[in-house]
DNA sequence: TATATAGTGTTTTTT
DNA sequence: ACACTATATA
């Protein structure tokens, strides 16, 4: 491509960024403003115009799903050549890295890479060590102090220095230790990823010598929310040829408590007093309305620089907020828009959000697309790759591959079981800290540990041994075969498929799902290995396993929404004490806590394209207690012009009806309906009821091992609220609701044999006559039986 | 050594 | 509400 064909499709300030090649660049990118569309043109103008080689620059991101669609874009753009540019995440390039000189700091290539629970259970057994009694200091505690401090690169010596309380000497303690024990088993925790490289750099200049001059141009994405680590390691990086170009907003700085040091990118300009400022803040992803509302709320905060993001969109829909006497009436209502959305035709699943401030707040949502029937998918909560199944095997390849890894040999040596108990390990790990060596070093010398007895000893052995083949076989077999082989040769699936459970059968289907993205792996890898398989299983956020290609609703917080964009979003739970959370409203120092809390509102707020809707719950159960709650104040900070508070009353009035799809008629019907405008009839029950949550639970579980709620589920749903008395407060149609019970208004009745479009044909079992909409019961034969509302199933008689 | 049970504590957000 | 831990028991 030549100058005029990159430049041409970009706007003045755009084009500005695209310019700056050279020295330091700072693009405060409004949400919106094309920044991805920017440095994938800057790319090319580097490699087309410039003359800089591919391979001289790199692009770091924070996921991979930003990896992956900015490699997708330069490889369009630029075509031949493009697969030599480096588009990586923090973590990955260091772990590149980090393999590549692993000798040099004492580790070998093969390194294990510990999770969070990795890390916990390390902690753990530091604890026992130490003889810390953990009612008197927390693990987890202890683990974010040691992650705070690593995020400021405090080593554990500069720790003890800084702290010297008791709290502070007793982490140093453990801290030290901790990194002790890491070392011993060939393993770093995620901090350590970044903090390793920094050190490595540090401590051999002419490796730091040899990326600096391998890479010439580096671009860093979402700069808000480097760390001190990751912008040490920047600089360094940067620091012989300067050409450093940061992307970033300083409104979009949400991961403070992952240690984001805002004052890197408003600071920028002090590190760096010759840099290039470019702002971008024209935008091209929203409405009007929509930009005005997040301009509005962000304006609320102080210290920022200031900009306001505009756009020439059409002004669109006024921002809807809706305020239920519930947390299941919002849900209700949420799902009944999707549905009526659907069936207007308006929108396609995809093309819809669900927004939360926690995890926990999924259920509800999730639970009421069960019944309707409504495609979802949940993006983090419980990780893939954190299930049993999934550790165990994962386990199995960490000995096999790093055969230090304590952690991993103490999972696996007795699972599946084999008679190797607690008493046993106990004395093979003392039998290891004497003698100075690993667990399995010690497992392997079992017999010349004197107290274990003969038949204790055998069944170590038998292990060892077992161990060994598997180690054999993995020297020249592929990743997928060397998992199928401890998948056979364990009898894993074997025993699960014995169980003969919903939830047995979907811890098969996960090992399945493995050898899956094992086999893929060892597809796409240009030089597959164990260590690489681990690696990229450690490194996927769930959000990377999103496909945009699935037609289904989105749900997850509002940290991992950052980055995507959607037509059609819903802010739930927008309440005071879950958002803003209470943590921050009572935190030592709350102003600047809420204004973290303000930046996610804004990021929220700024995903949706074409419409938004703010929802929250006068009361919500919240770990068992029914909590109530106020409106947030990030409603209230949206000018009352653009905002439209829904059909009947204002908001602190009840407003529990549909904004769309239900007509004057009907709305007036159910508003002299006696259930209007009171608690919601049964909830309490129906939460109660255990036949409710509990079958969910295996359901879920089907429902996320399968990728939707159509595929393997039976009995799960069957379960719903007893009898409709609890009936569906707000569905997407009127009419339905209105008409008494009879087969006139669905279509069918009971005996009717029906068709569904995820199920196929079933018989009609019951048919109650809810509040306001039928419960059908329907008997699948391959499905199981099914209750669900008559106006969401879409059911045809045949 | 393995399992059932009662009691305990916990959660904001995640690469 | 739920998961995890310590304890008792087979």
């Known amino acids: 491509m030549n100058e005029t064909e990159i430049l041409e499709k970009l706007n003045d300030r755009q084009r500005e960024a695209v310019l700056a090649t050279d020295g330091p660049v700072l693009i405060l990118a409004g949400a919106g403003s094309g920044k991805t569309r920017v440095l994938v043109h800057r790319i090319a103008y580097l490699i087309d115009v410039v003359g800089v080689y591919p391979s001289q620059i790199l692009a770091i991101t924070f996921t991979n799903k930003a990896a992956d669609e900015m490699r997708g874009r330069v490889d369009t753009l630029i075509g031949e050549g493009a697969e030599h540019v480096w588009v990586s995440t923090f973590h990955s390039l260091c772990v590149r890295i980090l393999r590549r000189h692993a000798d040099r700091i004492g580790f070998t290539r093969s390194f294990s890479i510990y999770d969070s629970d990795d890390q916990l259970t390390l902690m753990k057994s530091v604890f026992r060590e130490e003889h810390v009694d953990a009612k008197r200091l927390k693990e987890k505690a202890v683990l974010a102090a040691i992650s705070s401090a690593k995020d400021e690169l405090v080593s554990p010596e500069k720790y003890r220095a800084v702290n010297r309380d008791f709290f502070g000497s007793q982490v140093a303690d453990l801290y030290e230790r901790y990194q002790r024990r890491l070392k011993e088993s060939n393993a770093m925790d995620f901090d350590d990823l970044i903090v390793k490289t920094v050190e490595l750099f540090e401590q051999f200049p002419e490796v730091l010598e040899s990326y600096r001059n391998r890479f010439r141009y580096l671009m860093v994405d979402e700069y808000q929310d480097t760390n001190t680590a990751q912008f040490r390691f920047v600089s360094l990086l940067a620091g012989g040829h300067g050409n450093l170009c940061v992307v970033g907003d300083d409104d979009q700085s949400i991961y403070k408590f992952r240690g984001a040091n805002i004052r890197n990118i408003l600071g920028f300009e002090k590190i760096y007093p010759d840099a290039a400022v470019i702002r971008l803040e024209q935008n091209y992803r929203s409405t009007k309305h929509i930009l005005s509302a ?264 509002l940290h991992s ?30 102003e600047e806590e809420i204004e973290e809390e303000r930046r996610l509102a804004y990021v929220g707020i700024t995903r949706a394209k074409e419409r938004l809707t703010l929802t929250c719950a006068r009361e919500r159960m919240v770990r068992g207690e029914m909590v109530t709650s106020p409106m947030s104040r990030f409603i209230r900070e949206i000018p009352r012009d653009i905002v439209d508070m829904g059909p009947v009353g204002a908001p602190g009035r009840r407003v529990t009806l549909p904004a769309r799809g239900a007509d004057a008629a009907i709305r007036s019907a159910v508003l002299a309906s006696p259930s209007f405008g009171r608690p919601f009839p049964g909830t309490g029950e129906r939460h109660r009821d255990s036949s409710y949550s509990n079958p969910y639970a295996a359901y879920q579980k089907a429902v ?34 209105a008409v008494p019970a009879g087969d006139g208004p669905l279509g069918y009745q009971t005996g009717d044999t029906v068709r569904h479009v995820k199920f196929g044909e079933g018989v009609v079992r019951e048919i109650a006559d809810g509040k306001r909409d039928y419960l059908v019961t329907v008997d699948f034969p391959s499905w199981g039986v099914k209750k669900m509302y008559a106006s969401f199933a879409n059911l045809k008689k045949v």
């Open 704 to 737: 996320r091992s399968a990728g939707g709620p159509a595929a393997g589920s039976d009995g799960g749903a069957a379960s719903g609220p007893a009898g409709g008395s609890a009936a569906s407060g707000l569905n997407k149609s009127g009419s339905e609701a």
């Open 294 to 557: 997040a301009n509005e709320v962000i304006r609320h905060n102080l210290g920022r620089k200031e900009k306001r993001l505009w756009t020439d969109h059409p002004e669109g829909e006024k921002i809807a907020v809706r305020r239920f006497d519930s947390s299941f009436e919002e849900a209700e209502y949420v799902c009944g828009e999707i549905a009526s959305y659907i069936r207007d035709g308006l929108y396609d699943y995809r093309d819809c959000a669900i927004l939360y401030r926690t995890n926990a707040q999924s259920r509800l949502f999730e639970e009421k697309f069960l019944m309707a029937n409504i495609p979802y998918q949940i993006v983090g909560g419980v990780s893939f790759y954190s299930r049993k199944e999934i550790k165990d095997l994962l386990a199995y390849l960490k000995t096999i591959d790093n055969a230090v890894d304590d952690l991993a040999v103490r999972r696996i040596i007795n699972v599946p079981k084999r008679g190797i108990g607690a008493t046993t390990v106990a004395k093979l790990d003392d039998y290891a800290v004497s003698g100075g060596m690993s667990l399995f070093e010690a497992v392997c010398a079992c017999g010349n540990v004197p107290t274990i007895s003969g038949a204790a000893a055998k069944k170590v052995a038998a292990f060892s041994d077992f161990i060994g083949v598997l180690r054999a076989k993995a020297e020249d077999a592929s990743v997928p075969d060397v998992l199928k082989e401890v998948i056979e040769q364990t009898g894993y699936v074997r025993e699960l498929e014995a169980e003969h459970t919903e939830e047995a059968d979907a811890r098969i289907d996960n090992i399945n799902e493995l050898v899956n993205k094992a086999a893929q792996y060892q597809e796409e890898a240009e030089t597959p290995t164990l260590s690489g398989f681990l690696e990229e299983v450690a490194l996927v956020a769930d959000i990377d396993t999103v496909d945009e290609g699935d037609d289904r609703v989105l749900l997850m917080t």
């Open 561 to 590: 929404a950052k980055g995507l964009e959607f037509p059609v979003v819903f802010m739930t739970g927008m309440e005071e004490g879950l958002f803003p959370s209470s943590l921050a409203i009572h935190a030592d120092r709350p």
